[in-house]
């Protein structure tokens, strides 16, 4: 009769590190995934490159409108200064300095409308800063419970698998090959207990012949369904 009972709580053992193994794969997956954080301050740094853009085009904007009022003022003095002797050469002057007032305008309306352009991108702006801030800070809180969480799972870790290892060493290597080669086909659970006449692996009624092949046996007995091998607990 094969002593069964190592084996089931070898694989007690096992079943809890597969558990914790688990769960902390998910948490550490769950610490690389970018949070909405992430898409914030990508947002928020899309905003300021706008920005600094709409800044650029009013500094080349207000450029403009002082050259273009210093032309002006330059005709001003030139039409009024009576150098100007011939009507044609008047009517030419008069002609370019209307123009250039017909600029300054069109300059000015273009710089109205791009400073109501950087009002709008800076107010947008604050609203993503707070919103980034807020986000950051949950993200910051998140991640700091993850770690935890992750640091106690590696802890319970390290205590269980030397616990398993050394539980491991003191059933016979064929038995552990035998139970660590069907692990991988059921899903860790290799070791069913016997209760109630029941194969608790597949919750089969037993025969009698297979529950009297059990208690007779000196070697492992699976269950006819499910092959699980079967352990009166
Ligand atoms: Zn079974």
């Given at each position: 009769m094969v002593d069964l009972e190592q084996l089931y709580l070898l694989q007690q053992l096992d079943l809890k590190i597969d558990g914790l193994t688990t769960s902390l794969d998910a948490?550490?997956?769950?610490?690389?995934?970018?949070?909405?954080?992430?898409?914030?301050?990508?947002?928020?740094?899309?905003l300021e490159a706008h920005i600094e853009s709409l800044y650029a085009r009013r500094r080349a904007s207000e450029r403009s409108l002082t050259e273009l009022n210093d032309?002006?003022?330059?005709?001003?003095?030139?039409?009024?200064?009576?150098?100007?002797?011939s009507t044609k050469e008047m009517q030419a002057a008069q002609e370019e300095h209307d123009f250039t007032k017909e600029q300054i305008g069109?300059?000015?309306?273009g710089l109205l409308a791009l400073m109501v352009g950087i009002e709008e991108a800076e107010t947008t702006?604050?609203?993503?800063?707070?919103?980034?801030?807020?986000?950051?800070?949950?993200?910051?809180?998140?991640?700091?419970?993850?770690?935890?969480?992750?640091?106690?799972?590696?802890?319970?870790?390290?205590?269980?698998?030397?616990?398993?290892?050394?539980?491991?060493?003191?059933?016979?290597?064929?038995?552990?090959?035998?139970?660590?080669?069907?692990?991988?086909?059921?899903?860790?659970?290799?070791i069913a207990k016997v209760e109630r006449e029941m194969c608790q692996g597949c919750r089969i009624k037993l025969t009698?012949?297979?529950?009297?092949?059990?208690?007779?046996?000196?070697?492992?007995?699976?269950?006819?369904?499910?092959?699980?091998?079967?352990?009166?607990?």
């Open positions: 948490v550490r997956s769950k610490l690389n995934i970018d949070g909405p954080a992430v898409t914030a301050r990508a947002r928020v740094a899309t032309k002006l003022t330059a005709e001003d003095t030139r039409l009024y200064s009576g150098s100007i002797t069109k300059t000015e309306e702006l604050t609203k993503g800063h707070k919103i980034l801030e807020t986000l950051e800070a949950q993200a910051d809180q998140q991640t700091a419970e993850l770690a935890e969480e992750e640091s106690s799972l590696v802890n319970q870790l390290k205590v269980l698998t030397p616990e398993r290892d050394s539980s491991a060493k003191q059933i016979d290597s064929k038995l552990v090959y035998r139970y660590e080669t069907l692990r991988k086909s059921k899903n860790g659970h290799v009698t012949s297979e529950l009297q092949r059990i208690q007779m046996a000196t070697d492992l007995v699976q269950c006819d369904s499910c092959h699980r091998i079967l352990y009166f607990g």
